[in-house]
């Protein structure tokens, strides 16, 4: 049975749905959730799901261990980052390399970057005049949003979107997506375009 980490600190939609997708996989489990926020949605998720959660504090994680050693206790097939806001450190990515992942709510790319999180990524799609949006599944390096692409999917902007319409069908093309991907990177059926 292969091992899934999650990382994130929001409301933990993605978290939850790939919780669910694993748990009557013979393939994969969740078995930690990782946050370093409190009080997000994705603590109760994962309570729920029985799932242990690992609360990471910023100095430990950018200038201690890292907690490496204690990721790598669970020998994790992937990292799966879910509305996780902090740039991964090099330590970790160098620990788990090619086993990070991260979900973007947009075409990367463009509207990538630091500060490109939320809403803001749609604004600034519907700003430019886009018809056309969508999420980028993608190998996390060293760089926010860069590394190299997984799997991509599109939507329409349609008029009259605002950010919260727009984002609320991004949700749903990740919903879709994101479990789907992650199953066959772990089946090794796909390889970054
Ligand atoms: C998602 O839109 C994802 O693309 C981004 O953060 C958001 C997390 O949402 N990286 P949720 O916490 O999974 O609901």
């Known amino acids: ?8 600190s929001g409301a933990g939609s993605n978290a939850a749905r790939i919780i669910s997708h ?9 078995v930690l959730v990782v946050c370093n926020k409190p009080g997000a949605g994705v603590i109760n998720i ?6 242990p959660v690992l609360m990471i504090e910023k ?8 907690y490496i050693p204690q990721l790598q206790q669970y020998k994790p097939a992937l990292i ?12 970790v990515i160098d620990g788990f390399r090619g086993r990070i992942v991260n979900i973007h709510p947009a075409l990367l790319p463009r509207y990538g970057g630091k500060g490109m999180y ?4 749609h604004e600034a799609v519907i700003a430019a005049g886009d018809t056309e949006s969508g999420i980028t599944i993608h190998y996390v ?11 991509q999917a599109r939507c329409p902007v349609l008029p009259g979107d605002t950010a919260d319409t727009l984002a609320q069908r991004i949700h749903q093309l990740e919903h879709t997506h994101y479990p789907a991907t992650i199953e066959r990177l772990i089946l090794n059926a796909v390889r970054p375009a």
């Open 59 to 66: 100095e430990r994680f950018f200038r201690g261990d890292g």
């Open 1 to 8: 049975m292969k091992q899934l980490i999650i990382f994130a």
């Open 22 to 30: 694993f748990q009557e996989s013979k393939e994969a489990r969740v």
């Open 141 to 151: 390096d060293e760089q926010y949003d860069h590394g190299d692409t997984i799997f």
């Open 80 to 91: 799966i980052l879910a509305g996780f806001l902090w740039k991964i450190p090099t330590s």
């Open 118 to 121: 939320g809403n803001h990524v």
């Open 46 to 51: 994962a309570e729920r799901n029985g799932i």
